[in-house]
């Protein structure tokens, strides 16, 4: 905002705030003290947006390892302005205690969850989103493989003088490729991004401006607000999606003004 950059920054940027602790739990070189500076990142960075930021995946993570359905459900609905439905009362969970079902692949997991008729319909809309960020673990460091607790996986029951090192078992490797909805298909976190502000930057941009609006007027927005969201959305497009402008646009609008 101070610096009038475009909104989609959030989505996706070439640069980020940091301090020393937090530079190096990025594995980045930055800040040498506790203040927080800008950082500009290398092209090969895998970070940049709010969806590289250890905060946003820590929120929606299990504490133990990432969770793509918390993900996923986070970017439906603060980013595209799509929540998911609540689910049912008795909807099954993904066996978390059961070890069989841990060893398997995240992606096999969700497959099977999928297959439960109660879970279907929202998760095939959902885990898609999700599966992108399984290169962060839980805090937000980049990964390369899931770990499994010992004694699970495929391998589990081979002797470790016959493994390999450096070299992880089928069932441990981050599995990041996705279908979204619409049949795009995506390959890790970058591409997500990409897909974001290519494909879906009108509703990104709309469901920025609702929130805003919601906040601006300490009320959720009704149907007869939707023609103010247009309005603004127009305007915000013009600013080149600069947030300060939408800020003054809202205080301008008639809810605001007589709410």
């Known amino acids: 905002m101070h610096k009038d950059l475009s909104a ?5 940027s070439d ?17 040498r003290g506790q203040r927080f500076e800008r950082v500009a990142f290398s092209p ?16 929606n993570s299990n504490g133990e390892d990432s969770h793509p359905i ?8 603060r980013l595209l302005g799509d929540p998911p439905a609540s ?14 079902f841990k060893a398997l692949s ?4 969700l497959e099977l969850h999928r297959k439960k008729e109660s879970c279907n319909s929202c998760h095939r809309d959902i885990d898609p989103w999700g ?21 699970q996986g495929p391998n589990a029951r081979k002797k470790r ?52 609006l919601a906040y601006a007027l300490g009320r959720s927005l009704e149907l007869t607000d939707q023609s103010t969201v247009d309005k603004l959305v127009k305007t915000f497009a013009k600013s080149d999606y600069q947030i300060d402008e939408l800020i003054v646009g809202i205080t301008k609008s008639d809810p605001f003004r007589t709410k």
């Open 8 to 12: 989609l920054k959030l989505i996706d």
């Open 15 to 31: 640069f980020t705030m940091l301090n020393r602790p937090l530079a190096k739990h990025y594995g980045l070189v930055g800040p």
């Open 44 to 59: 090969d960075s895998n970070r940049g947006g709010l969806l590289g930021q250890a905060s946003i995946l820590l929120r």
């Open 70 to 77: 918390y993900r996923g459900a986070w970017i439906k609905d």
């Open 87 to 100: 689910p049912p009362p008795d909807v099954p969970g993904l066996e978390d205690d059961n070890p069989e």
């Open 106 to 109: 995240l992606k096999r997991q």
């Open 131 to 151: 599966i992108p960020l399984e290169s962060f673990d839980a805090v937000g460091v980049w990964r390369s493989q899931r770990r499994m607790p010992i004694g």
């Open 161 to 212: 003088s016959k493994r390999v090192k450096g070299v992880p078992t089928e069932s441990s490797l981050v599995e990041v490729n996705s279908t979204l909805p619409g049949g795009y298909e995506i390959k890790g976190f970058t591409e997500l991004k990409t897909h974001l502000l290519t494909h879906e930057r009108d509703r990104f941009v709309r469901a920025f401006v609702s929130r805003l």
